[in-house]
């Protein structure tokens, strides 16, 4: 119960501090609100420990008479949140399930959804933190036979929800060092080894930035260009509600379509994605995507005819 407090408390001081500058006694009546009373103390103690474990700033600003989430010396917000929406629902379930054995009677999780190697979670978040490098045998899709590798990792990243390892093979040496960089299924991961061999990340390095301009796994080397999609207005609402990107722009919305723009570097996960939207989906720009997608539906549609 005490870690499911500071989580709501974390949680709460991001929302009230992140678009305004309330003073400690307009923090403890919010708290009080929410029916969580807090003292000074407690929130000094969340406000230090926000900024040592998780990188998130929340500063006095003298001028304003208040406190504020600085946007500028805190690590990326949104992602944090999530983090911390997952650790309450997680919480809230157990809770719920120690008061009484049915509570799963009432909670669907989607199928399949402990995906294989989630057991891996817990060694390479160790490996992670304390900087070791790793061996591992990893099976791809697209060879017949497995590959072992050392690497030290970088990242965890998740996507369609499965966990993937993002770290630098120790034997490439390629050119760009971004080349050195694998990203790696952990469901396809067996014979985890933690080294205790510990190394140092490469300066001006951040894996995460490999994905700022594409969606999914696959970051891209081709250019960053603008894709325009245009969606039917009921799946337009879906779009709107949940953006395929952070650069997402509406250009129309009508009761005809819903137009919007994306600044990426398109990638297989894209066309992927695009496909999945079927007749709901036009793209029109850029030339090269729009010809790749239709291709596709016109092989499609030929397994179709005859």
Not at 134 to 153: A, D, G, L, W
Not at 266 to 276: A, D, R, S, V
Request: charged residues 30%; hydrophobic residues 35%; contains cysteine.
């Amino acid at each position: 119960m005490a870690q499911h407090n500071s989580v709501k408390r974390y949680m709460l001081l991001i929302e009230k501090t992140r678009w305004s500058y309330p003073s400690m006694k307009a923090l403890i009546a919010f708290f009080e609100k929410h029916e969580m009373p807090v003292s000074a103390r407690t929130l000094q103690r969340d406000f230090n420990r926000l900024r040592t474990d998780y990188q998130m700033d929340i500063v006095y600003d003298k001028a304003q008479n208040g406190y504020r989430l600085n946007d500028e010396t805190s690590a990326d917000i949104d992602q944090f949140l999530r983090f911390l929406d997952m650790l309450h629902t997680a919480d809230l379930i157990y809770e719920s399930a120690e008061k009484t054995r049915e509570t799963l009677k009432y909670v669907d999780f989607e199928t399949d959804t402990r995906q294989r190697g989630s057991h891996l979670l817990k060694p390479l978040l160790q490996a992670l933190l304390e900087k070791r490098e790793i061996e591992f045998t990893h099976k791809s899709f697209f060879r017949s036979e497995p590959n072992t590798y050392c690497v030290q990792p970088y990242l965890l990243k998740e996507y369609l929800n499965r966990y993937y390892l993002v770290g630098r093979v120790k034997d490439l040496n390629a050119d760009d060092e971004k080349e050195n960089f694998r990203t790696f299924g952990i469901d396809r991961i067996t014979e985890l080894t933690v080294s205790a061999q510990i190394f140092t990340p490469l300066r001006d390095t951040e894996p995460k930035s490999f994905f700022d301009y594409v969606i999914g796994l696959t970051y891209s080397t081709s250019t960053l260009q603008d894709v325009v999609l245009s969606f039917s207005p009921t799946q337009g609402e879906y779009v709107k509600s949940l953006p395929w990107h952070h650069s997402q722009k509406v250009l129309i919305d009508n009761d005809e379509e819903l137009r919007i723009v994306i600044t990426v570097k398109p990638n297989f996960e894209l066309t992927q994605k695009i496909l999945m939207q079927g007749s709901n989906v036009v793209v029109l720009e850029p030339l090269l995507l729009k010809e790749e997608v239709k291709k596709h539906l016109q092989k499609a549609l030929k397994k179709y005819v005859g």
